[in-house]
């Protein structure tokens, strides 16, 4: 698997809206967190595999003077979040890749990912990148749908034609310790809005029938939350 091969497959997600409809997919689970997160003035944030930057823009408004930095392998869903940005809050958008991130060592004290790091080309680096740009005492507080304890998702990988990694909660927490941040811990949040009304059900290849989608639902998002330890 290679980056262009994720950008191709990004920017035609662009291309079909699929920016937007993330927002409302995503939009819920993404605001429990954020609420959760406890982020104050001035801190820097960095959004991992952002999209259109709809959940970069949200990070720039939690408190006065954040700035919040979305960075995508897709150069169509940067253009794109150029597009929607918002001249009053501080945010800003860039193409590149989790492995490769352009920026100095401690120059975040927050990174954010919302259903992105399971397409890393190579995770260890990934997680070491995003160690290495946190402040020590930073936090990475990263979402993810697609992981093995919510096996009903485990078709994802064939219908996005792009390699994915589909690890439980606990090979997650692994790989966070293993590129050394600590404490590490996880929990589930579950969309508030429910699986919705059964009469509006559409099935499809991934959920062929009600109750696949209702317990995919009701497993909810893994929230990952790993700290970048301060030196002793
Ligand atoms: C499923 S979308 C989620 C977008 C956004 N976080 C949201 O919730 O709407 C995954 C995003 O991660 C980006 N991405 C995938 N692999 C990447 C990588 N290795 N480096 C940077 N971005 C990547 C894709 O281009 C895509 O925009």
Known sequence: ???ELLARTFDQWS????GASMEQEHGDVVGQVLAQMGVRAGEQILDLGC???????????????????????APEMIAEAERLHSLTIRARYAVGAFERIDAPEGKFSRVFSMEALYYA???DAALREMLRVLKP?????????YFTDNACTSC?????????HFLSTAQWCAAFERAGFTPVSARRVVDSRGPGDPAQFQPSACYP??????SVREAGS???????PKPA
Do not use: E, Y
């Not at 291309?15 to 699929?18: E, L, S, T």
């Not at 408190?63 to 930095?69: H, I, Y």
């Not at 893994?222 to 970048?228: F, G, N, P, Q, V």
């Open 137 to 145: 005492g930073g936090t990475a507080d990263i979402v993810l749908d």
């Open 222 to 228: 893994l929230w990952i939350r790993a700290t970048k």
């Open 15 to 18: 291309r079909d809206g699929r």
């Open 156 to 164: 994802w990988a064939s219908k996005t034609g792009v390699p994915m």
């Open 1 to 3: 698997m290679s980056h």
């Open 51 to 73: 999209g259109n930057g709809w959940a970069t823009r949200r990070l720039a408004k939690l408190a006065a003077g954040v700035q919040a930095l979305g960075l995508d392998i």
């Open 121 to 123: 080309v190579d995770l």
């Open 209 to 214: 029938d009600w109750s696949t989608w209702k």
